[in-house]
């Protein structure tokens, strides 16, 4: 498929057909300007971690370096990823199921991808991304089962996708430009979430960032921003409109404190959080907490609106907004007007 020159070569995985596959590189470039994988049929993973050629080299079936590469069709990728969830292995020594790097003018279309190992689909130093009409499932409790991940990539669109899974449903990492998520159905799992970002003082630098028309079905959270503290760099001009809750847990939040075991006791820098919208926000929340903005006092976030905000607790108690040193404005949202200046 890769050797031949030509116009678009296509490697098909028939339909009705099961196939083991070990870890496997696609390495590019290919003479082809654009080549296909067509999954009509079915890939899965060795059955145990202990089956595995070597689940150590960290991803199941990575493409990489192919230019013009179009993955598609109705077919189905099992990575039954459950004998590396049970014994809790850190999620760093767990293989993503399909990985694409340096993979520019690519698109994503159809496939459904069930139980991987770690991450599902992972997106790494690619321009020009398109992913629609997928389907990535997992169980709520598998960790770190996040859906799509994407880092050092611009102009990605998603669209028209479903994801449940044990995390987030869409991690936007450092070097995301550009990123467009649109209709999206997630839940189980952790939300959409921007970074977490500036672990272990990294300067990272996220922008342009739209989330719209989606829906959360009893996530974790639902738009959410995380940042290290003590790291660096930005994460601006980030959108989230459009968006239903359904018995969401943090429906919105910013945590510019993240720090998953520990605390910190010094903070003297942090990710810069600026101009971030969240508005026509709907739904439920499991907790009586709907928006949580707990930024950092080196950096503060600044130009966050919060516009028709309209989230209703399940229980019936009256909403709570916590917010701490942030800065900007709210629009046709009375119940978070004492979010701002403090």
């Not at 999620?91 to 069930?114: E, K, M």
């Not at 272990?200 to 960032?209: K, R, T, W």
Request: some cysteine; proline content about 4%; charged content about 25%.
């Amino acid at each position: 498929m890769c050797g031949s020159g030509g116009n678009q070569k296509t490697l098909l995985i028939p339909s009705n057909k099961t196939f083991l596959l070990q870890p496997l590189v696609f390495q590019g470039p290919c003479k082809s300007p654009s080549v296909q994988v067509k999954f009509d049929g079915k890939i899965v993973a060795p059955r145990d971690k202990t089956a595995w050629s070597d689940y150590k080299s960290l991803r199941w079936v990575s493409f990489k370096e192919i230019i013009g590469l179009t993955v598609n069709g109705s077919g189905s990728i099992d990575g039954r990823g459950s004998s590396f969830w049970k014994p809790r292995m850190s999620a760093s020594i767990r293989p993503t199921q399909l990985h694409f790097q340096n993979c520019n003018d690519l698109n994503i279309i159809g496939i459904t991808s069930f139980n991987s190992p770690r991450n599902h689909i992972t997106i790494d130093e690619c321009k020009r991304v398109k992913i629609t009409k997928i389907k990535l499932v997992a169980p709520e409790d598998s960790p770190n089962t996040d859906g799509i991940n994407i880092s050092e990539s611009s102009d990605v669109d998603i669209y028209d996708t479903v994801i449940e899974t044990g995390d987030d449903c869409v991690a936007i990492n450092n070097g995301s430009v550009n990123i467009n998520i649109n209709r999206m159905n997630c839940g189980p799992g952790h939300g959409i979430s921007v970074g977490s970002l500036g672990r272990d003082g990294e300067e990272s630098m996220v922008e342009n960032i739209q989330v719209t028309d989606c829906t959360f079905v009893r996530t974790e959270n639902g738009a959410r921003i995380k940042t290290w503290p003590n790291g660096k760099g930005y994460a601006k001009n980030i959108y989230f409109k459009g968006l239903t809750m359904r018995e969401t847990k943090n429906p919105i939040i910013i945590d510019q404190n993240y720090v998953d075991k520990g605390r910190l006791d010094v903070e003297e820098s942090a990710v810069a959080i600026s101009n971030v919208t969240f508005t026509d926000i709907h739904g439920t929340s499991q907790l009586d907490e709907i928006i949580k903005i707990d930024c950092s006092k080196v950096t503060y976030c600044k130009d966050i609106v919060l516009a028709k905000i309209n989230i209703a607790t399940v229980d019936g108690n009256k909403p709570i907004v916590e917010c701490k040193n942030v800065y900007g404005k709210s629009i046709n949202a009375s119940e978070v007007n004492g979010c701002f200046g403090r």
